[in-house]
């Protein structure tokens, strides 16, 4: 048990949160070029498919084409607009000190970047996955509440042993969410938004599922890690996320106790249906098969 009570300790040279100075003197050349390739080539693309909150947190962080930004210059404006800050960690951190670190509005950032070899994928979040993703639509007052809410959330999970399926309602909607618009599907979610290859398949392919979001429905939807999703979930607006998190989930826990999990790439008659995937991509083995070429 750490000091602060979290159920593992720190690696060396970390503190009791886990957390560790950025050290944003240290990046080298190389490593700032890695950023600016990666923010080039996303930024180039993502008018017309990331949603106008995430674009314009871009804007109003000022995300540098000049290289890996200082947490203490982003956290500046980040804490005026919606008292969150970015706080560097070494890598993934226990579950239970990640959902401390939301609770209390702060977003935990690899301090590491991709290597220029991997700029396509990575197992790991490191920084750009972290910060290009994840931090723009913090600055969005209520995606902000949510995320706040959902480390709340995590926390209880933790103690109801009912991670794995309060992990799925993160998977689906900040890492891998789509949003509806007038003008079409847009993107929310980070793990779309800091991959070039997912932010085109995720609006354009027709091989995954795209569905209207549910909560309990997405609770027992599970997800892939290693590949694109072949199910994307639907929100109407940011302040559906907002609502979610104002239900107590214990009735809902209690609900999904008996109910098995549904296949990944299963419809349920329920469901709104955006796109009946063909499911032609995973069918043929992925990324793995496309890799192997
Ligand atoms: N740690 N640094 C970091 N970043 C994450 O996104 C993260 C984590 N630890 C746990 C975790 N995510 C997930 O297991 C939870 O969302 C359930
Ligand atoms: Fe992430």
């Given at each position: 048990m750490?000091?602060d009570?979290?159920?593992?300790?720190?690696?060396?040279?970390a503190?009791?949160?886990?957390?560790?100075?950025?050290g944003?003197?240290s990046?080298?050349r190389?490593e700032?070029?890695?950023w600016?390739t990666?923010?080039?080539?996303?930024?180039?693309?993502l008018?017309g498919?990331?949603?106008?909150a995430?674009?314009?947190?871009?804007?109003?962080?000022?995300l540098?084409?000049s290289?890996i930004?200082?947490f203490?210059?982003?956290?500046?404006?980040?804490?005026?607009l919606?008292?969150w800050?970015v706080?560097a960690?070494p890598?993934?951190v226990p579950?239970?000190?990640?959902f401390d670190?939301l609770?209390n509005?702060r977003?935990p950032?690899g301090q590491?970047?991709?290597?220029?070899?991997?700029l396509?994928?990575l197992?790991?979040?490191?920084?750009f996955?972290d910060?290009?993703g994840?931090?723009p639509?913090l600055?969005?007052p209520?995606f902000?509440?949510?995320m706040q809410?959902?480390?709340?959330g995590?926390?209880?999970a933790?103690?109801?042993g009912r991670?794995?399926?309060l992990?799925r309602?993160?998977?689906?909607?900040v890492?891998?969410?789509l949003m509806?618009t007038p003008?079409?599907?847009?993107?929310y979610?980070?793990?779309?938004?800091?991959s070039?290859a997912?932010?085109?398949?995720?609006?354009?392919?027709?091989?995954p599922?795209?569905?209207?979001?549910?909560?309990?429905?997405?609770m027992?939807?599970?997800?892939r890690?290693d590949?694109f999703?072949?199910?994307?979930f639907?929100?109407?607006?940011?302040?559906?996320l907002?609502?979610?998190?104002?239900?107590d989930f214990?009735p809902?826990?209690?609900?999904?106790e008996?109910?098995s999990?549904i296949g990944?790439?299963?419809?349920l008659?329920?469901?709104?249906?955006?796109?009946?995937?063909t499911?032609a991509?995973?069918g043929?083995?992925?990324r793995?098969?496309s890799?192997r070429?």
């Open positions: 750490s000091a009570g979290f159920t593992t300790s720190p690696p060396p040279g503190r009791a949160d886990w957390t560790i100075d950025q944003w003197e990046y080298s190389a700032h070029d890695v600016i990666l923010y080039e080539r996303q930024t180039a693309m008018p498919r990331a949603c106008d995430f674009l314009r947190g871009l804007d109003a962080l000022d540098h084409r290289g930004p200082d203490r210059r982003i956290n500046e404006e980040l804490a005026r919606t008292g800050s706080v960690v890598g993934l579950d239970d000190v990640f670190h609770a509005r977003f950032a590491f970047i991709r290597k220029p070899d991997e396509d994928y197992q790991e979040p490191d920084i996955h910060v290009f994840h931090v639509m600055t969005d209520v902000a509440d949510y809410a959902y480390g709340q995590g926390q209880r933790l103690e109801l991670l794995a399926n992990a309602l993160y998977w689906y909607t890492e891998f969410g509806q003008q079409g599907l847009r993107i979610g980070a793990g779309i938004v800091s070039r997912e932010s085109i398949f995720a609006l354009d392919d027709p091989s599922n795209r569905i209207g979001f549910d909560l309990e429905r997405v027992r939807t599970p997800y890690i590949d999703q072949q199910a994307y639907v929100i109407d607006s940011i302040q559906t907002q609502a979610v998190t104002l239900q214990a809902i826990y209690d609900r999904l008996g109910a999990d990944i790439a299963e419809i008659p329920g469901d709104t249906v955006f796109t009946r995937g499911q991509y995973a043929a083995g992925g793995l098969a890799a070429g």
